[in-house]
């Protein structure tokens, strides 16, 4: 069992910044990719990055790529999100998830991940 739980969305304007967390507890962690997706209103839950759990490999959806990154630090467990030059379409709730690392790391389907976090809402205004 993993446990998640985000954090640091909230509101900010067009051009912003945010970086969320996510905070993992459970066993066996190291084994696990961990990766963020976002909901807007109406529409499906979508990949946003995945990093696996050494840092080494991170992968991410064309949208957000060259504004947003994604980190984790290994020690407290944490899995970041920094986004830069939020857009009005960023607006969404944000979610952590982890699935079982199978060392493809650009897999981007909700089926595949096992764990989620409750969300985080983040809204950019223009």
């Known amino acids: 069992q993993v446990q998640l739980v985000e954090s640091g969305g909230g509101l900010v304007q067009a051009g912003g910044s945010l970086r969320l967390s996510c905070a993992a507890s459970g066993r066996d962690l190291r084994r696990y990719v961990m990766g963020w997706f976002r909901q807007a209103p109406g529409k499906e839950r979508e990949f946003v990055a995945a990093?696996?759990?050494?840092?080494?490999?991170?992968y991410y959806t064309d949208s957000v790529k060259g504004r947003s990154t994604i980190s984790r630090d290994s020690a407290k467990n944490t899995v970041y999100l920094q986004m830069n030059s939020l857009k009005p379409e960023d607006t969404a709730v944000y979610f952590c998830?982890?699935?079982?690392?199978?060392?493809?790391?650009?897999?981007?389907?909700?089926?595949?991940?096992?764990?989620w976090g409750q969300g985080t809402q983040v809204t950019v205004s223009s």
């Open positions: 998830a982890a699935r079982w690392d199978t060392l493809i790391l650009a897999v981007t389907t909700t089926q595949s991940y096992s764990y």
């Open positions: 990093i696996n759990w050494s840092g080494s490999n991170t």
